[in-house]
């Protein structure tokens, strides 16, 4: 299972305020799901990270987070569904922004469903189970 990275920022919210919110009773749900994360997910995380007030502690905090689990990079078949994907929903005219759609075709690409709280986006890619927090 790919989680979406508002999955990860209220993960690593609640935790700082020491809280048992969604994210946190949902990750404990999932049991021995496999866990994966896409590189675009792995690029939000630092991208804010970076941008807050003290860097460095953030990006201990997500690395610490996210480092148990697997990276999932694109491949030459990743290209080619992400073409496919994006042409079809530029030609339905229900076009989704551009790192929701290179996280959605990832979790596609290796038949996985993705868990996020925003769902309007992914759930416009065919074939992609969505699931919700």
Not at 13 to 23: F, V, W
Not at 100 to 114: I, M, N, S, Y
């Amino acid at each position: 299972m790919f989680l979406d990275t508002c999955f990860w920022v209220d993960l690593l919210r609640e935790r700082n305020r020491q809280e048992r919110g969604p994210a946190t009773l949902m990750l404990a749900s999932l049991g021995e799901t496999e866990i994966l994360i896409s590189v675009f997910v792995l690029c939000e995380l630092r991208a804010g990270a970076e941008s807050s007030e003290n860097p460095r502690r953030e990006l201990t905090r997500m690395s610490r987070l996210v480092e148990p689990h697997p990276v999932i990079y694109p491949d030459a078949a990743f290209a080619v569904l992400y073409g496919e994907v994006s042409a079809a929903l530029l030609k339905n005219g229900t076009p989704i922004p551009v790192m929701d759609l290179l996280v959605g075709v990832t979790a596609k690409r290796f038949a996985a469903p993705v868990l996020t709280r925003d769902v309007t986006h992914f759930r416009r890619i065919p074939g992609l189970v969505v699931e919700e927090y």
